[in-house]
């Protein structure tokens, strides 16, 4: 990339200031609104046609709603990664504090990046929402009664 002026990086940081609305935005849904997170993450994944765009989104919202919201949507993320590369590959650059529960093990194998931090609340849990219920146990033998 040659070397940009003052005036251009002036420019350009102008632009970045009148549209910071749009990341606050993002970064608002990201936290509260899961599924309208999702449709600007696909709009921002539709846009994003560069390499370091992709990366932006990767380490940027979608680590943010990944890391918020996974248990809830992994089949959402997992099916967004196996129907669109450019999504897949921005999750892969995204981080995941190393944890060994389901969501997280799918999580990894569609390519995060494992890393020693605190893990999220939802890591802590060992069985996903799906695998929530309560198990069914054989029932104890009646004590008084013959077989």
């Given at each position: 990339m040659?070397?940009?002026t003052d005036r251009d990086v002036a420019r350009a940081w102008v632009r970045v200031q009148q549209n910071w609305w749009a990341f606050d935005s993002v970064h608002g849904a990201c936290e509260s609104h899961?599924?309208?997170a999702l449709r600007l993450?696909?709009?921002i994944c539709a846009r994003a046609t560069?390499?370091?765009l992709v990366r932006?989104?990767?380490c940027g919202p979608l680590e943010d709603f990944v890391r918020i919201h996974a248990q809830v949507f992994i089949a959402q993320i997992e099916?967004?990664?196996a129907a669109n590369p450019r999504f897949r590959k921005a999750l892969s650059y995204a981080w995941l504090p190393r944890a060994d529960d389901d969501v997280?093990?799918?999580l990894l194998a569609l390519g995060m990046k494992p890393i020693e931090a605190k893990i999220e609340v939802w890591q802590r849990r060992s069985r996903t929402p799906r695998d929530s219920r309560p198990r069914q146990t054989k029932p104890s033998p009646s004590l008084g009664r013959h077989g």
């Open positions: 040659p070397a940009k899961p599924r309208r993450l696909d709009a560069t390499p370091m932006d989104l990767g099916g967004r990664c997280s093990r799918r």
